[in-house]
T-cell receptor
């Protein structure tokens, strides 16, 4: 693994179903983030984690949950998907212990909820 | 509220120079980032400014004026591969990134 990986690459999901988007990084970054990107809007932060064992809510957390059991993994769960959650989801990580906090992104998951 | 403004779309000619502007209003300021995003791909880091002035990296330069809440990304010697969206983002007082909607840059031969 090099950098950040996300799975699946894309998914079509029926409304009401539960779905977990996976994110793994091998850079030993302490901080990780989940964003959604919709046409015409900037990236919007869903949830974040500053370090393993802690999580926080971003700008648009409703309908989503996260966990951070270890440094490398940061899964995002949609408990009961709705069509408004159709979007491209990006996971990112950064080393926020000093320096510029530059965020590095995974390749994204394109999710369609019908 | 917090706001990042940048033009929706710009067009430029191969070999020319283009300047993409970004204005921001955030609660606190801990730096400004520019990212490049090709269609269907992830954003990739281009530059970071936290002090006023110009940062140069090859064909790309980024400028910041904190007093004016203003930044620009300057791309020189444009190549067709520079066709992409350019995202401006500010880090607020909570060290969270606030993102603009992005500027789609179209390069014509």
């Amino acid at each position: 693994i090099a950098g950040i990986t996300q799975a699946p690459t894309s998914q079509i999901l029926a409304a009401g179903r539960r779905m977990t988007l996976r994110c793994t990084q091998d850079m030993r970054h302490n901080a990780m983030y989940w964003y959604r990107q919709d046409l015409g809007l900037g990236l919007r932060l869903i949830h974040y984690s500053n370090t393993a064992g802690t999580t926080g809510k971003g700008e648009v957390p409703d309908g989503y949950s996260v966990s951070r059991a270890n440094t490398d993994d940061f899964p995002l769960t949609l408990a009961s998907a709705v069509p408004s959650q159709t979007s491209v989801y990006f996971c990112a990580s950064s080393d926020s212990t000093g320096g510029t906090d530059t965020q590095y992104f995974g390749p994204g998951t394109r999710l369609t909820v019908l | 509220g917090q706001n990042i403004d940048q033009p929706t779309e710009m067009t430029a000619t191969e070999g020319a120079i283009v300047q993409i502007n970004c204005t921001y209003q955030t609660s606190g300021f801990n730096g400004l980032f520019w990212y490049q995003q090709h269609a269907g791909e992830a954003p990739t880091f281009l530059s970071y400014n936290v002090l006023d002035g110009l940062e140069e990296k090859g064909r790309f330069s980024s400028f910041l004026s904190r007093s004016k809440g203003y930044s620009y990304l300057l791309l020189k010697e444009l190549q067709m591969k520079d066709s992409a969206s350019y995202l401006c983002a500010c880090m607020d007082s909570n060290y969270q990134l606030i993102w603009g909607a992005g500027t789609k840059l179209i390069i014509k031969p």
